[in-house]
């Protein structure tokens, strides 16, 4: 069964991608999976100097989901590139690095430095993080700004580059345009939402910086619907993600319009998820009668008079 996808200029050999955030820099889950069977790696969000991320506590269980705080803590470009990037390489994995910045000048910057970097298929911009006081998601809340951070990217890579896209707008179809417009091969949809969840016996919140961002199965409906939306209206190469913790979760975001997904949440129950998804949906695409994964992008059987009255 043939899994391959594009994304924009970024050929994936499957479609089953690990989230940033969740899989480190691949070596706390390499003894579990063999990383060169993945769809692709995203990194953690890389910038330029090392972030300690928020105080504790950073997490806390809520149903059906996990709220996060952890404030994009990361070792900084200088050493990941010296120490990190090496054994994702040696893995052989396909490679996409998550990078953020507190102002345009970092976006650049990091970009320019990726360029030049062997073993990188592409870079995910990072525009949506809730849990940091600057940068991240007031990049990603306006249009305008959107833009202006991709064409900053794009202006300093000739790499694959994906817009990371947060929910926690009033118009995702919006944001996406202004991402392609500046220069995205592609779209992330969606981060996490913006949560909160208190301690009613301490009568305090449960993250140390009170508002986290929620991810997990609970938002998954949510994740779904902008995927649909999205895909309805642009004609746009998009990774779905949010709340997939089964091979029907991800087969969701395949026919409402992502042309691949990625496994975040889902990854501290079964570290192996990912390769049980992806052949899983081999089976399905067999069973279905379908050729290959572009068969089953946006098929969502509706008559077409019914979706053009919507």
């Known amino acids: 069964m043939n899994l391959k996808t594009k994304i924009g200029k970024l050929v994936l050999q499957n479609p089953i991608l690990v989230a940033s955030g969740c899989f480190g820099y691949g070596e706390e889950y390499a003894p579990l999976l063999d990383l060169s069977r993945l769809g ?16 504790p506590p950073r997490l806390a269980e809520t149903p059906a989901g996990l709220l996060n705080s952890i404030g994009l803590e990361n070792v900084g470009v200088d050493r990941f590139v010296e120490d990190k990037l090496p054994f994702l390489r040696k893995q052989k994995a396909c490679v996409i690095v998550n990078i953020f910045g507190e102002s345009l000048g970092e976006y650049r910057k990091l970009a320019e430095i990726f360029n030049d970097i062997d073993g990188i298929a592409g870079l995910e911009i990072n525009i949506s993080c809730p849990n940091v006081e600057r940068g991240g998601l007031e990049f990603g809340l306006k249009p305008d700004s959107t833009r202006k951070v991709l064409e900053t990217v794009r202006g300093k890579t000739s790499l694959p580059i994906l817009a990371k896209l947060s929910p926690n707008v009033t118009d995702i179809v919006e944001i996406a345009r202004a991402a392609m417009t500046g220069g995205a091969d592609g779209l992330t949809l969606i981060n996490t939402l913006k949560g909160m969840a208190i301690d009613v016996n301490t009568r305090r919140p449960k993250l140390a910086r009170v508002i986290g961002g929620l991810s997990g199965p609970a938002i998954r409906p949510v994740a779904v619907r902008m995927v649909y939306e999205v895909a309805r209206k642009l004609s746009v190469p998009i990774i779905g993600a949010g709340g997939i913790d089964s091979t029907e979760a991800a087969l969701e975001f395949f026919i409402a319009g992502a042309r691949a997904v990625q496994i975040g949440t889902g990854l501290l129950i079964d570290p192996r998820l990912p390769l049980t998804i992806g052949r899983e949906l081999a089976g399905y695409l067999d069973n279905q009668g379908l050729k290959d994964i572009e068969s089953l992008v946006g098929n969502m059987l509706i008559e077409k008079s019914k979706r053009r009255k919507e």
Request: aromatic share 0%; glycine share 18%; hydrophobic share 25%.
């Open 40 to 55: 692709g790696v995203v990194t953690k969000g890389i910038s330029l100097k090392p972030r300690p991320g928020n105080s």
